[in-house]
DNA sequence: GTGGTCTAGACCACC
DNA sequence: GTGGTCTAGACCACG
């Protein structure tokens, strides 16, 4: 009845809107590609409209997508604006991690080698 | 009325417990260390006794302090523990960021390099 | 002004843990179940939302009982758990058992004897 | 500074009650013996001289030890009343495991089986 | 409507 | 005085 492709830390409606940033950033989402309907996307992952309208809604105010009253929504094809999203993720994700470890209270060292060990290991073993 | 000491992204109690976890691993909290009464810790920070409360039950769970009935709260003796959560931290943080920087579709070696760049910029400026 | 199901002896939140525990082993509460919102079971019992509350979270964290927002909670579908949970409320009340009565003094004999014939006579008897 | 004999489950006074009942159960206590004075105890247990006095008096109160003004405390030299305290002790430890193990839904069969197999191991065991 | 969090304030057992 | 529990009631984010 529903699908457990979400966890319960974090609102679904965000979980949503980063899984398809990601997806663009990928490249699994393309400029000018077309989104499911507001209807299809919500059967496909067992949630409710409301959760999805709320997505399409946030991603249109990030200039990520953009709907067409009547056609459905799209990613935007202004690609500077993807590239810029891909920067923009990179960013904040490496700054909120270097804030954390930082305040946690491990060194700029620490952080450097921590990060480069546990890659080294992740490319060895599996991924 | 309130300080503003916590931010409104994350519940209070979970903002406290990380913060004690941290001057745990910074030393600033050692070992058998006693920590405020519910009700001292509750005014120094602007906050109802029952978040402390529960701050407190959470540490406890965590086996990072231990609570004697009408003596208060202190940080484990178990300094075997406290090492461990010195790891915990770290490797969790890690892991953490690395999962969402591929799961994004960075390459490791962005990784590296963004983590290395960015702590370089943040020594050599402020920081 | 308060429902007298409960005793003063244990605090509230364990005893109702206890009894949904319970019924998950009696099998009164199957895999899958919603359970009643949480203000709706805390009129049934006569008792706080906040007591309430704490027992779903603490289900939760022991595996029993997943929570939706906006939807409810629910007994876990994971029925492997669930015959797990009768296995370990199982051992864990007979350890305790036995535990108590060794370091009473009792001798194995004692114990099993004295089982057997209580339970002999409450057979012949009311239950 | 604080001994660990205790945990934070039940209060200190009743575990040191129970304690006592079963030095004199397994015979460690006898009629007559006396009891280490309330401060000694106390030092002994690290423990705050209030609790041992509230132990000494609920002792008293079972009839099982007897406090002389200028002497101390003592066990009873009433035999028979520690022999009935062994059978309530008994007693009341099997109807507590019995009731537990039928509302959790156990039959009787499994309960007297489950006791005899967990004894059989821990007799073949360590114990 | 549902759960999640928090405040305010109370009472209790315990040390 | 200290922690543990509970009530009463509120507000918010979420679905």
Redesign the pocket.
Same mark, same amino acid.
């Given at each position: 009845m529903m699908s457990r492709t979400?966890n *319960?830390t974090?609102?679904?409606?965000?979980q949503m809107i980063r899984r398809i940033c990601r997806q663009v950033v990928r490249g699994e989402l393309k400029a000018g590609d077309k989104l499911p309907s507001v209807r299809e996307m919500a059967v496909q992952n067992g949630?409710?409209p *409301?959760?999805v309208q709320?997505v399409y809604t946030e991603l249109e105010r990030l200039a990520i997508a953009e709907t067409r009253r009547g056609l459905g929504s799209f990613i935007t094809e202004d690609e500077e604006r993807l590239k810029q999203l891909r920067e923009d993720l990179k960013n904040e994700q490496i700054d909120t991690f270097i804030k954390d470890m930082s305040e946690t209270g491990f060194s700029a060292e620490e952080i450097v080698e921590g990060v480069r060990q546990k890659l080294l290991i992740t490319k060895a073993g599996r991924v």
């Open positions: 979400f *319960n974090q609102p679904i409606y965000l949630v409710n *409301n959760t709320r």
